[in-house]
């Protein structure tokens, strides 16, 4: 028996439209991403040699490129906060939608509580203080902030964001001088594996375990949808928005992964804590380095700060809608959701004391990959089931593009096993568990049938106060 729910209901739980613009968004993507492009990935170097890694960072951003295709044109049918969990609703009913949103829950609460942890890390070495007060500090700075306003929030992310943007493309320009192909290749082959060659020193298996790797360059850019509701021109803007963050962060994607390895060597690379400083100053740019090192932890601020966005974001959609409990879709007189940045802001914390930033980041790419495919299937079966609904933005290819994003999504899967089991296993129980709060509660106390169904609810209602108004 589904719930029936009344204006007032909806007007306790309204965030403010026509906040971001398709730049704001497209910024918001970025910083989604950027922390990745100054550490990270470079550790997939080591898994499979420079040339290896290449053919990993090809496949991953060629299954990032069709999902966000797909996830353009979705996001333009159905312009609601829930993001991936609204469109899968939509197709694949309750049950669908929140499997897809509890996958993307776990990329999007685990991911802060590793970059906090790795932000501590920084600050360790620029200032000397770690550990829990400074978890805690960045929460509750950046939490306080979101509270006062997605306006206020995501501009601020811009000016943080653009500071890190620069520290990538100065660096570039550094080294561009210093570039020589045979860098690339300086990892010996392994003699344990058969066919190894310096293109390939660890083979065809280094290739599959650094996918998850590769995906740290571009992982969490789906996430820009779940702005829906607060762009300007949802069916304009998003689509422009994600597309134009996947451009942008494929332009610094290649740039990191030839330069660096290009300049310095892949096998220095492939071990760097700190790989854009490390090739600073190993070409002899030390005060650069310098520079680079203190801007490296705007990277990762700007990281920390837009996940916090999109998780209370997606927390608010799916307790809108019942799946999870209602008081955390609340919102703030500055139509603000409260408590869905607040609780999951605690028990990222609370995470974070853990000190294991490499597992959480692990079980995060369990949970987006999951994600990947839900929505790509999503995508899929919108275009079989609904191929009537109006579409302002259609996906170029179609079924095909979304296909090869859904085959892709499930290989890196595995790749994560087959670089950590642990995260893999880890993650796979969490997902079970929580589940289960789904089929034994949570079923019996959803809003409404569809998202596009609560989304007319939630506009109807949204005109009425403006009437009144």
């Known amino acids: 028996m589904k719930n029936k729910i009344d204006e007032e209901y909806l007007a306790k739980r309204q965030l403010k439209k026509g906040t971001a613009g398709w730049m704001l968004l497209a910024g918001l993507g970025i910083s989604y991403v950027i922390s990745g492009d100054f550490a990270g990935w470079n550790f997939g170097i080591a898994e499979a040699g420079w040339g290896g890694f290449l053919i990993s960072a090809i496949l991953m951003a060629l299954m990032y490129v069709c999902l966000v295709l797909s996830l353009a044109e979705m996001s333009a049918m159905i312009p609601a906060a829930g993001g991936g969990y609204s469109f899968a609703r939509q197709v694949m009913g309750p049950i669908g939608g929140f499997l897809t949103g509890l996958a993307i829950l776990i990329e999007y609460a685990l991911a802060p509580a590793a970059i906090v942890i790795f932000i501590g890390a920084a600050t360790e070495s620029l200032l000397g203080v770690n550990g829990p007060i400074v978890y805690a500090i960045f929460y509750i700075v950046f939490i306080a902030i979101h509270v006062l306003g997605a306006g206020e929030a995501l501009k601020t992310m811009m000016v943080i964001s653009a500071l890190a943007v620069f520290a990538i493309i100065a660096t570039a320009i550094a080294l ?7 860098n690339l290749f300086n990892i010996a082959p392994s003699a344990d594996v058969v066919g190894a060659t310096e293109f390939l020193p660890f083979g065809w298996h280094g290739v599959w375990a650094a996918l998850p790797f590769a995906m740290w360059l571009f992982l969490a850019v789906e996430g820009v949808p779940l702005a829906a509701e ?23 994607a290649v740039l990191v992964l030839f330069l660096l390895a290009g300049a310095s060597g892949a096998e220095m690379i492939g071990k760097s804590t700190v790989p854009l400083v490390d090739a600073l100053n190993f070409t002899g740019n030390e005060t650069l380095g310098t520079i680079v090192n203190v801007l490296a932890l705007a990277g990762l601020v700007a990281s920390f700060f837009s996940i916090i966005y999109g998780y209370s974001r997606l927390i608010f959609a799916l307790s809108r809608a019942g799946y999870l409990p209602q008081f955390l879709s609340l919102t703030s007189k500055r139509k603000t959701p409260t408590w869905a940045l607040i609780v999951p802001g605690v028990l990222g914390f609370l995470a974070s004391l853990s000190g294991e930033g490499d597992l959480m980041l692990g079980m995060a790419v369990v949970g987006a990959t999951i994600s990947y495919a839900l929505m790509a299937l999503s995508h899929i079966l ?44 880890y993650t796979i129980i969490l997902y079970v568990v929580c589940s289960l709060y789904f089929f034994l509660y949570s079923k019996n106390h959803l809003v409404a049938k569809t998202a596009q169904e609560e989304f007319a609810m939630i506009e109807k209602a949204e005109q009425e106060l403006e009437h009144e108004l």
């Open 176 to 182: 561009i001088g210093d570039f020589n192909t045979a």
């Open 230 to 252: 607060e762009a300007k021109n949802p069916a304009k803007d998003v689509p422009k928005g994600i597309i134009g963050a996947m451009m942008f962060l494929l332009f610094t």
């Open 382 to 425: 919108l275009r079989v089931k609904q191929p009537n609904m109006k579409r302002p933005y259609k996906t170029p290819g179609g079924m095909a593009t979304s296909g090869v994003a859904l085959v892709l999504s499930l290989i890196a899967l595995t790749g994560v096993y087959a670089f950590d089991p642990r995260a893999f296993n």
